[in-house]
């Protein structure tokens, strides 16, 4: 626990009218789910965003960038430290390219595209979160990719310099980048290059990728718990184990897609947690594959 001084100190840089106590995160997820985090600040712009790091690093204050929080699941106990919100929200296009802030979210940018007629982006359809939660975890859909529609990336790297490079720095794989292994670089800004489409190729491109996620449970989840394996589906192994409906409390492995965890009405951390230990230990003994976590765990 920070001790009462520090927190006198950050409330003093960020505003003590803006620096909230005891927030609870649940409501800040998709899973619906997680507990208080001791310190809560919206930052609404990339000054806001760069003061706050800058100063949690020198006060030696644990933090956590949270975008959409649709990726994400936090232990009941919270996070001992600062939750920084990403609400950066400018967003600018400029013949094929888009500019998009951290905070801005992956639908609007999506819509945007879509607008000024740009291809490139419709991958992205219906995939909550915001645009740096999609660029860390290099979010998409069948083999289409965010990563392959990034021109250039601007962070604020973990020596407190704003610096931009462009996407090849970045090692981005299958649902994977440097920014995931590396939560001292954090996403101001990513530019777009994109292609002018006719409209009616968009509109149809759109559609598919609406409609390959028409299977996805509805209920409160943070997506795919689980990368697949090379050449194989996570979901499919899951499902082999007979676990496909397991309930752990209010938890359970989704009848409708085996690697989804869905929140049933209230569930705890600790419960999705025993439900994905299972299913890696089930997946493990029965084809001796171990399956490697999508989602981010916090405060664990
Ligand atoms: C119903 C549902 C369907 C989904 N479908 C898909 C899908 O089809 N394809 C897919 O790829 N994903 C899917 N997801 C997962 C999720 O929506 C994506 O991974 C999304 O891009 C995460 O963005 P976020 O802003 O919510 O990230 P968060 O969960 O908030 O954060 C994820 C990680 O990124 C870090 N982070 C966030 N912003 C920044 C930043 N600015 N700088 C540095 N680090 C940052 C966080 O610290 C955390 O480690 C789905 C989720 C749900 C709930």
Not at 32 to 39: E, K, R, S, T, V
Not at 40 to 61: D, G, H, P, Q, S
Not at 162 to 167: A, E, L
Request: with cysteine.
């Amino acid at each position: 626990m920070l001790n009462p001084k520090t927190i006198r100190q950050l409330s003093k840089i960020l505003g003590s009218d803006r620096l909230k106590k005891n927030v609870s995160l649940a409501s800040y997820t998709t899973f619906g789910i997680g507990g208080p985090a001791q310190l809560f600040y919206e930052a609404k712009t990339n000054k806001e965003i760069t003061k706050a790091i800058k100063t949690v690093r020198k006060l030696k204050i644990p933090c956590f960038i949270l975008g959409g929080g649709s990726n994400t699941l936090i232990a009941d106990s919270g996070f001992p430290g600062l939750v920084t919100k990403i609400e950066s929200q400018k967003i600018k296009v400029k013949n094929n390219t888009i500019s998009a802030e951290a905070g801005v979210p992956l639908s609007k940018l999506v819509k945007v595209a879509q607008k000024y007629s740009l291809s490139g982006l419709e991958c992205c359809v219906g995939i909550p979160g915001t645009v740096g939660g999609a660029v860390v975890g290099n979010a998409g859909a069948k083999d289409q990719w965010i990563s392959q529609s990034i021109k250039s990336i601007t962070i604020l790297n973990k020596n407190g310099k704003i610096i931009s490079f462009k996407k090849d720095y970045c090692r981005f794989g299958y649902r994977n980048s440097f920014f995931k292994k590396d939560p001292s670089k954090i996403i101001l800004k990513t530019i777009f290059k994109l292609k002018k489409e006719n409209p009616k190729i968009i509109k149809e491109k759109t559609r598919q990728f609406l409609e390959a996620k028409s299977n996805q449970p509805k209920e409160k989840s943070a997506g795919s718990i689980f990368k697949n394996p090379a050449n194989d589906s996570a979901g499919r192994l899951i499902d082999a184990t007979g676990l496909r409906g397991k309930k752990v409390g209010n938890a359970q492995i989704s009848p409708q897609h085996a690697n989804f965890i869905i929140n049933l009405n209230k569930a705890k951390a600790g419960d999705v947690l025993a439900l994905i230990k299972l299913a890696q230990n089930s997946v493990k003994e029965k084809f001796g594959v171990k399956l490697e976590l999508e989602i981010k765990l916090i405060g664990f």
